[in-house]
């Protein structure tokens, strides 16, 4: 591990995903990567995080950032399973080493078991809710079902009526599937109709299991680091978005946001565009230069390199063992997180919207470019497309806001 004392200009600024019920899920969702992950934990039954690891996790995650405010996020699994008492003590602890810095925190959850109880918490200690669903009852019921497969749309929209009756801040977490994707405009209006301000959409790709998936019991590829050695690998589910439908997708939405809905509802994937068209951090790591400043944190205090890479070749330490600002400067995560941008393929290096997308997420890069170099990013020919469409479009914007103009000013001149 490198040490902080020898490296004072290390990482600063970090994120941590933090797993308090680790892969435990009361749904069942067809496309899920993270249910099998219980497969790694034989032998733990309890994936309750303890009061132990949770109290390490909030002082070191608390102490080892030079940052105003600090943001914590949960996720899992469904993180309520965790249940109120452990959020309780989540903000108990946070007020014990804040040290007069700010907290802020992130809960993502499918909606189903929020109560009046729970909204009322959410609320009093400004949580920021992310509800998972992926469009009207249709759609969403076609992969997120319940543990006897029985739809769970009614569920969730219950959830999220409690939580704009105690007045919760919420944003809703899409996932892009072979399904939703063939219907962007009807997803968009439905997220709209039930009050999402902030819409993320999550492409959906999934490969088969290969050896070391296969190795470990688990029923989906394990990622390359960075890309595949032997061929592209296994193929994608039937329930990936393809490339084109994803940029289809993509592109439904931004003509119909762009000329209506500017600085009224606000999409992740636009906003970290823009960014990138103005020349500022994007916010997001798929689309930064580099990455592994955002790691994953289980229920037994394991460190990750990436919450989609929790495999134990990934691991990369642990709460109880070491601190987590010696692990994000390790020479192993940083190496992590540098060869998002060493192992890009010529044809990337060479891409005119290369700024605007770096590639994406390396877990991704299984393809093979136009003269046969493998490491291209799956969904990169979506990307492409976007990203040429959108660009007149993020100048304007970009120049509106250079002249301290609001970007909204666009929707005037399309």
């Known amino acids: 591990m490198t040490d902080l004392r020898a490296n004072p200009a290390g990482v600063r600024a970090f994120s941590v995903m933090a797993k308090p019920i680790g892969p435990v899920c009361n749904l069942d969702c067809t496309y ?20 132990e690891v949770l109290r390490e996790f909030i002082r070191q995650h608390i102490e080892g950032q030079d940052v105003p405010v600090v943001g914590f996020a949960w996720q899992g699994g469904e993180p309520t399973l965790a249940g109120l008492e452990f959020f309780h003590r989540v903000v108990e602890l946070q007020a014990t080493f804040a040290d007069g810095r700010q907290i802020s925190n992130a809960i993502q959850t499918n909606g189903t078991l929020l109560d009046d109880e729970w909204c009322a918490f959410l609320t009093e200690h400004q949580f920021l809710v992310g509800v998972s669903i992926d469009g009207p009852a249709r759609l969403h019921d076609l992969y997120r079902v319940d543990k006897r497969k029985r739809p769970t749309f009614d569920a969730v929209m219950r959830g999220l009526e409690l939580l704009k009756k105690h007045e919760t801040e919420f944003n809703t977490l899409t996932v892009v599937n072979r399904s939703n994707a063939a219907e962007p405009l009807a997803v968009y209006r439905f997220l709209k109709e039930v009050g999402s301000g902030f819409m993320q959409f999550i492409p959906l790709v999934e490969r088969e299991p290969d050896a070391a998936a ?18 592209e690998g296994p193929p994608v589910t039937t329930w990936s978005v393809g490339p084109d439908q994803f940029g289809s997708f993509l592109v439904d939405i931004f003509d119909e946001w762009v000329r209506k809905d500017v600085g009224r509802f606000f999409v992740q994937t636009f906003d970290v565009a823009l960014a990138n068209w103005v020349g500022a951090p994007p916010g997001l790591c798929t689309f930064a230069a580099t990455c592994g400043t955002g790691m994953a944190l289980e229920h037994d205090g394991n460190l990750y390199s990436c ?23 390790s020479d192993r995560q940083l190496r992590f997180g540098s060869d998002k941008l060493t192992t890009l ?17 390396p877990r991704l890069r299984f393809a093979s470019s136009s003269d046969g170099e493998l490491g291209l990013n799956y969904l990169c020919r979506g990307y492409r497309r976007f990203f040429h469409h959108v660009d007149p479009y993020m100048r304007q914007m970009a120049h509106l806001l250079a002249r301290g103009l609001p970007a909204a000013g666009v929707m005037d001149l399309y």
């Open 214 to 231: 296969k190795a470990m019991g688990m029923g989906l590829a394990t990622p390359p680091q960075p890309a595949p050695e032997n061929g």
């Open 345 to 361: 393929t010529l044809s990337c290096r060479e891409c005119e919207v290369r700024f605007a997308c770096h590639g994406e997420c």
């Open 307 to 329: 919450d989609h890479y929790v495999y134990p070749r990934f691991k990369i330490g642990n709460v109880l063992d070491a601190s987590i600002a010696e692990v994000v400067n």
């Open 32 to 51: 899920c990567f993270y249910l099998e992950k219980e497969k790694l934990f034989d032998g733990h039954r309890r994936f309750q995080m303890s009061d």
